[in-house]
């Protein structure tokens, strides 16, 4: 299902990397490089209008909200702010209420720009209320987690969270432009940036075999922070996402690819409560199961299973599942978004740099979770 993406031009970026993704009129850029917040020529040529919104959170508006800021000020005549609690709760019906209520209140028109500064929960959730307000306006992403610049700024996915399954309620809406300072990841604690290497470590399994290892040679690099180490991940993680949603923009089929890990993962988040896991942890230990079932359906040897489980336990990810026990996670898979007719479907690897979507058999799906499982882990 996933067919060779074209290779990256080589393994040191270009100081200033600027990946296309093309969707006819939705087409934008997605910039990437140290430094950009803080350039002029970053938010030139961006949609016009009298009123920009900045949306942030409490955490990201004392390091970078006065520097985007003051860059918008020089575009905008009007720069409002607002700053919302940390968390992935924030993925809600009231942060999106919030966000309404203060573009109304500031009599903000149909060309507002919305900014999303942050991490992957402000980005879904900004984008979303950009998708909505007065039926759509422009929005920019500019991603200041690893997880968000190598991933969810990519690609139109926004939406907030639903107490029984993640991105429950959303639109397809792309960004204008993609704004990913490297710099930003300097403040970013571990745990995170680990998150964040988790969907990186995504892209190589299912596209791109060199890819995966290239993260296994420098993933220490990577972990380190090494600056070109993780420019080059940031860009070949965009290469690749922009060219299956240039292709499948909306899901109908190659995008599905995309969710490897997520089966598991999101079914984690969910049945632990959203925060306990982070995203890019479940994605990590939902990849181990997710491979291990690619084993059992004969479809990679098991070496494969042990690769990756080494590969995310040495990025500071979990191996170990939650015992939330069969019925449980069958109950949170079920309303996964991938289903058809009723069937789990799992994102499964075909090959090194090849997925496809398959439903299993429940007693494949045991087998995986009695291997994974930590019965005496806290839950
Ligand atoms: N739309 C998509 O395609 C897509 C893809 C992947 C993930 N997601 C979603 O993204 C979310 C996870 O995103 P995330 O991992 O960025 O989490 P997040 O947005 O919660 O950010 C992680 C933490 O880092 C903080 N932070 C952000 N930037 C920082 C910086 N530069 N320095 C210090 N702290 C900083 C945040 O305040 C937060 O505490 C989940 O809701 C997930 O479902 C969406
Ligand atoms: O962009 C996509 O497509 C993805 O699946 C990327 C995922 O990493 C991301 O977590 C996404 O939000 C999951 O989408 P969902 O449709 O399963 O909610
Ligand atoms: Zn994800």
Known sequence: MSPTVPSSTSTSPRPYARVPIELGDRSYEIRIAPGLLDEPDTWAGLP????????????????????????LSGVYSRV????????????????????M????????????????LGGGVIGDLTGFAAAIYMRGVPFVQVPTTLLAQVDSSVGGKTAINHPRGK?????????????????TLDTLPARELSAGLAEVIKYGPIADAAFLDWIEQNLSALMARDKQALAYAVQRSCEIKAWVVGQDER?????????????????????????????????GCGMVLASDLSARLGLVPTAFVERMKRLIRAAGLPVVAPA?????????????????GGDIRFVVIEGLGKAGVRSAPTELIAEVLATHCDPSADT
């Open 251 to 283: 899901e109908s089929g190659l995008r599905a690819i995309l969710n490897f890990g997520h089966t598991f993962g999101h079914a984690i988040e969910t049945g632990m409560g959203y925060g306990r896991w982070l995203h890019g942890e479940a994605v």
């Open 101 to 116: 209520d203060h573009l109304l209140a500031a009599t903000a028109d149909r060309k507002t720009v919305l900014f999303a």
């Open 80 to 99: 409002e702010t607002l700053v919302l609690p940390d968390g992935e709760a924030q993925k809600s019906w009231e942060s999106l209420d919030r966000i």
């Open 324 to 340: 939330l026990g069969l019925d449980r996670y069958l109950e949170l898979m079920q309303i996964d978004k991938k289903n058809e």
């Open 48 to 71: 016009r209008a009298s009123t920009a919104l900045i949306v942030t959170n409490d955490i990201v508006a004392p390091l970078y909200l006065a520097r985007l800021r003051q860059q």
């Open 167 to 183: 991105n429950m309620v959303g639109a397809f809406y792309q960004p204008a432009r993609v704004v990913a300072d490297l710099d």
